[in-house]
Nanobody, 123 residues
Framework: QVQLVESGGGLVQAGGSLRLSCAAS????????VAWFRQAPGKEREFVRG???????YYADSVKGRFTISRDNAKNSVSLQLNSLKPEDTAVYYC?????????????????WGQGTQVTVSS
């Protein structure tokens, strides 16, 4: 089992950047695929970017070229670098984990979730 805690959210102007972090506790974090999802008010939770157990990354077309995911298994952490932020990126961002090589792009694929961190982009 793994526990996830997100941090790094905040208020930023359009065009700015943020770096979100997901700290994991528990055993064998390197055995988990990890992904970031986001949920804006009144909208469904959507997949943003994922990283497999082996380090391969996968992403949603809406953030292609702007968001980068990375992991540091030695530190039990996964980061999401958000660049060129737009007001439509405003949402609560969640870190999620799946015990397996690849977690997919559906929230149903993930067993463990953090509490979320708010990202607000002003125009």
């Amino acid at each position: 089992q793994v526990q996830l805690v997100e941090s790094g959210g905040g208020l930023v102007q359009a065009g700015g950047s943020l770096r979100l972090s997901c700290a994991a506790s528990g055993r064998a974090f390197s055995s988990y695929a990890v992904a970031w999802f986001r949920q804006a008010p009144g909208k469904e939770r959507e997949f943003v970017r994922g990283i497999s157990r082996s380090g391969s990354t996968y992403y949603a077309d809406s953030v292609k070229g702007r968001f980068t995911i990375s992991r540091d298994n030695a530190k039990n952490s996964v980061s999401l670098q958000l660049n060129s932020l737009k007001p439509e990126d405003t949402a609560v961002y969640y870190c999620a984990a799946y015990l397996g090589l690849y977690g997919g792009t559906s929230s149903d694929d993930y067993n463990y979730w953090g509490q979320g961190t708010q990202v607000t982009v002003s125009s």
